[in-house]
């Protein structure tokens, strides 16, 4: 397992921090780019970033490779993990948020998965458990519907309301549009189970990769630097679990920490004081949900993939 020291949230959890000591984790000393490449990156900042990646120790075995990343403001490094993919791979992803806005910069938080997609490699992004407001009439807030009506990309939310847009975007997966409305088939109210028995049956790829955003989980599960969704911690392992058994996975990458602020200008210091909700929603108490969350999913990838 590897844990991407970008900004202390990660080494501050027992549940990390007993794994680096008895070897079952390594650090990857990454802290004097953390507030270079937090929020967004510049290219130059996110090649030097994929550089330092690329001098870990090689990674050997049929099992996936793993990384702890730390706090969602570093989801654009995703890309980063499945560059040097070698076969087509179904890229599964679990975020409070679609990270598909086509106006943010190229290497933004929120506009990953846009650059996602248009890796070669990647045949199908399905994005499972968004609650947030990004699908309050998407078309206005630069979502890539366009992706939706291709079908490259699915994506399911845990429980919102239809969102209005304009022009046809034609049924999917994860929706049905009628008029000027896209109807969301909302996880919530399905068989979990069932359905990621469903999902995973119609994956266009035998491999996948696993990407993992704790918003998505309920501020029962997990406290970021986000607002949270309404996935509970028990419907993620059990999909992880489901995927490890139908699927091959070839890596796996978690995000979602609280981090205290620490950007390297004054507009990624708006950015987030716009964007995130205010960080003295947390408590101490609060915080420590992360480090138990961490410890299910650490224990689960040990025993699936010894």
Not at 14 to 30: F, H, I, K, P
Not at 151 to 175: C, E, M, N, Y
Request: contains cysteine; aromatic residues 8%.
């Amino acid at each position: 397992m590897n844990i991407l020291d970008l900004d202390h949230s990660l080494t501050a959890q027992e549940a990390v921090t007993r794994r680096l000591e008895n070897g079952q984790a390594r650090r990857l000393d990454l802290l004097d780019l953390g507030p270079k490449l937090r929020l967004w990156s510049t290219e130059r900042t996110y090649r030097r970033f994929s550089e330092r990646l690329g001098q870990r120790p090689a990674h050997n075995g049929p099992q996936p490779e793993i990384f702890f990343v730390g706090s969602g403001d570093y989801h654009h490094l995703t890309p980063a993990f499945l560059a040097n993919l070698k076969e087509p791979v179904s890229l599964i992803h679990f975020d409070n948020h679609p990270d598909w806005v086509r106006l943010a910069p190229r290497r933004h938080c929120g506009s990953w998965v846009n650059r996602a997609l248009q890796m070669p490699h990647i045949q199908r992004i399905v994005t499972l458990g968004p609650c947030s407001e990004d699908l309050d009439s998407p078309q206005l807030r630069g979502g890539n519907l366009g992706a939706l009506r291709q079908g490259k990309l699915q994506l399911f939310p845990w429980q919102h309301a239809p969102s209005k847009v304009w022009g046809r975007i034609g049924d999917g997966a994860g929706h049905q549009q009628r008029e000027n409305h896209l109807h969301w088939h909302n996880l919530v109210d399905q068989d979990w189970p069932g359905f990621i028995a469903q999902m995973i049956a119609g994956l266009p790829t035998e491999a996948v990769w696993i990407t993992i955003d704790k918003d998505v989980l309920a501020s029962e599960d997990a406290a970021t630097n986000w607002d949270q969704g309404g996935m509970r911690l028990s419907h993620l392992l059990q999909a992880l679990r489901l995927l490890a058994e139908g699927k091959r996975v070839l890596g796996i990458d978690v995000c979602g920490e609280f981090a205290a602020p620490a950007f390297s200008n004054a507009l990624k210091r708006w950015e987030a004081t716009s964007d995130q909700p205010p960080v003295e929603r947390w408590s101490q108490a609060d915080l420590l949900r992360n480090s138990v969350t961490n410890e299910a999913l650490m224990s689960l990838f040990e025993e699936l993939y010894p």
